[in-house]
Antibody, heavy 117, light 107 residues
Framework: QVQMQESGPGVVKPSETLSLTCTVS?????????WGWIRQPPGKGLEWIGS???????NYNPSLKSRVTISLDTSKNQVSLKLSSVTAADTALYYC??????????WGQGTLVTVSS | DIQMTQSPSSLSASVGDRVTITCRAS??????LGWYQQKPGKAPKRLIY???SLQSGVPSRFSGSGSGTEFTLTISSLQPEDSATYYC?????????FGQGTRLEIK
């Protein structure tokens, strides 16, 4: 069973770049699935950020596309997220996610990122 | 983008009640829909996949139905531990989109 663990700074300053890493175990990210990120502002609903397929296409939420980069490191079996020019509106719980065509989404445990000076 | 309209946004029911939550997709998504339960401070947990298949380990009081644009999640006999927020999610077409959530309170 695929398992994912997010890591990264819990606080990021406004206008800076948010960087998170997701370490995947139990499944090689080069074997399949779309790998990506979902976020949830405190007390609010879920928002898909984007996903990439190893050796294939990437898809980003149009509302975030200009600021987001998701990449894969197959040597470390990791998925990374970079979100530039952050504001307080980017404060959220960030989940690493794997998308399967049948089962839908596998979730990491999530990591809270607060944008604050 | 495919819009997922989930209703109701909240509901309150008693132990033993039958509860139904609905999601409507703005266009057909075949059966590429899942239902997820989220408790405070926790990641969403998959209950149903492919619209009507019960995730392993999930109690049989949970069931899903529908295809195309209309989907339902039913809890046949509500239990205290079912207090949570429930989300539908479509993964037929990028971007993946979610329903707004249904907050379920046990009376």
């Amino acid at each position: 069973q695929v398992q994912m663990q997010e890591s990264g700074p819990g606080v990021v300053k406004p206008s800076e770049t948010l960087s998170l890493t997701c370490t995947v175990s139990g499944y090689a990210i080069s074997s399949g699935y779309y790998w990506g990120w979902i976020r949830q502002p405190p007390g609010k609903g879920l928002e898909w950020i984007g996903s990439v397929l190893h050796g294939g296409s990437s898809n980003y939420n149009p509302s975030l596309k200009s600021r987001v980069t998701i990449s894969l490191d197959t040597s470390k079996n990791q998925v990374s997220l970079k979100l530039s020019s952050v504001t307080a509106a980017d404060t959220a719980l960030y989940y690493c996610a794997a998308k399967d065509d049948i089962f839908g989404i596998y979730w990491g445990q999530g990591t809270l990122v607060t944008v604050s000076s | 983008d495919i819009q997922m309209t989930q209703s109701p946004s909240s509901l309150s029911a008693s132990v033993g009640d039958r509860v139904t939550i609905t999601c409507r997709a703005s266009q057909g998504i075949r059966n590429d829909l899942g239902w997820y339960q989220q408790k405070p401070g926790k990641a969403p947990k998959r209950l149903i996949y492919a619209a009507s298949s019960l995730q392993s380990g999930v109690p049989s009081r949970f069931s899903g139905s529908g295809s195309g644009t209309e989907f339902t999640l039913t809890i046949s006999s509500l239990q205290p531990e079912d207090s949570a927020t429930y989300y539908c999610l479509q993964h037929s077409t990028n971007p993946i989109t979610f329903g707004q959530g249904t907050r379920l309170e046990i009376k």
